[in-house]
């Protein structure tokens, strides 16, 4: 693992960074397309192929089918957080990150997913990951010296647009796992670059400075979720 380690540290090194902002800015592929590229279908599929995102969740998990609701009843921390899902993609101005919490079964990974899904339809470059698959995809690309590498793999998810990091926390906290996520989290926080999470995590569970990064509210919004879980009725 220390190998491996080395090789993220050099990918990401300690090279200068902006200092957060509380602006979003995109800086993936889009700003180099002419006016009038992110509306044409080829460029949006384009966009959708690089998502990573489950094709039968392109009409299942949407802003317009979350309900924020349970037993007939308005939920005013699930439409609290509806809204700022909302407004989130509704303009590009704003903070650029969205720090989605709470216990399993609120509609985390749906809201995440729905942005995913907005930001992609508008011609955004997005990359959505569940976290224990991402680190399992780093790990295999490690173990497989053939095909891309990890410092393509992480090339990607330093230059998209939006990156989506779905149930982190699920993951089995290693002494590599913990690093990677730090690395990548960091990388895009001393940017800030936008990012997306859902997490059942409370702060203390977590590494402290990823902590510190994910509940810094200079950067984003954090919106905790508190409802029973939609699983059970």
Same mark, same amino acid.
């Given at each position: 693992?220390?190998?491996?380690?080395?090789?993220?540290?050099?990918? =990401?090194?300690?090279?200068?960074?902006?200092?957060?902002?509380?602006?979003?800015?995109?800086?993936?592929?889009?700003?180099?397309?002419?006016?009038?590229?992110?509306?044409?279908?080829?460029?949006?599929?384009?966009?959708?192929?690089?998502?990573? %995102?489950?094709?039968?969740?392109?009409?299942?998990?949407?802003?317009?089918? =979350?309900?924020?609701?349970?037993?007939?009843? *308005?939920?005013?921390? @699930?439409?609290?957080?509806?809204?700022?899902?909302?407004?989130?993609?509704?303009?590009?101005?704003? +903070? +650029?990150? %969205?720090? %989605?919490?709470?216990?399993?079964?609120?509609?985390?990974?749906?809201?995440?997913?729905?942005?995913?899904?907005?930001?992609?339809?508008?011609?955004?470059?997005?990359?959505?990951?569940?976290?224990?698959?991402? %680190?399992?995809?780093?790990?295999?690309? /490690?173990?497989?010296?053939?095909?891309?590498?990890?410092?393509?793999?992480? $090339?990607?998810?330093?230059?998209?647009?939006?990156?989506?990091? !779905?149930? #982190?926390?699920?993951?089995?906290?290693?002494?590599?796992?913990?690093?990677?996520?730090?690395?990548?989290?960091? /990388?895009?926080? #001393?940017?800030?670059?936008?990012?997306?999470?859902?997490?059942? $995590?409370?702060?203390?569970? @977590?590494?402290?400075?990823?902590?510190?990064?994910?509940? !810094? *509210?200079?950067?984003?919004?954090?919106? #905790?979720?508190?409802?029973?879980?939609?699983?059970?009725?």
């Amino acid at each position: 693992m220390g190998k491996l380690e080395d090789e993220m540290g050099k990918l =990401f090194g300690s090279g200068q960074a902006s200092p957060p902002t509380s602006s979003r800015t995109y800086r993936g592929p889009l700003t180099a397309l002419p006016e009038g590229w992110k509306t044409r279908p080829e460029w949006v599929q384009r966009c959708v192929a690089l998502s990573r %995102l489950p094709s039968e969740t392109r009409r299942a998990m949407r802003l317009t089918t =979350f309900s924020p609701t349970r037993n007939g009843r *308005v939920v005013p921390s @699930l439409q609290t957080a509806l809204r700022v899902a909302q407004e989130y993609v509704r303009a590009d101005t704003g +903070p +650029p990150w %969205l720090i %989605l919490n709470g216990p399993r079964g609120v509609g985390k990974s749906h809201l995440a997913i729905a942005v995913a899904w907005e930001l992609v339809e508008q011609g955004h470059w997005a990359i959505y990951y569940q976290v224990e698959d991402l %680190l399992r995809e780093l790990q295999e690309i /490690y173990d497989r010296p053939e095909g891309m590498t990890i410092r393509e793999r992480m $090339a990607q998810m330093e230059m998209c647009d939006v990156l989506i990091l !779905d149930d #982190l926390g699920a993951h089995k906290p290693t002494d590599w796992a913990e690093a990677t996520l730090d690395l990548l989290v960091d /990388y895009r926080y #001393l940017r800030g670059l936008p990012l997306v999470v859902a997490t059942n $995590a409370e702060e203390k569970n @977590l590494a402290p400075r990823l902590a510190d990064r994910l509940w !810094d *509210v200079h950067l984003g919004q954090q919106v #905790l979720m508190k409802a029973p879980s939609y699983r059970r009725g």
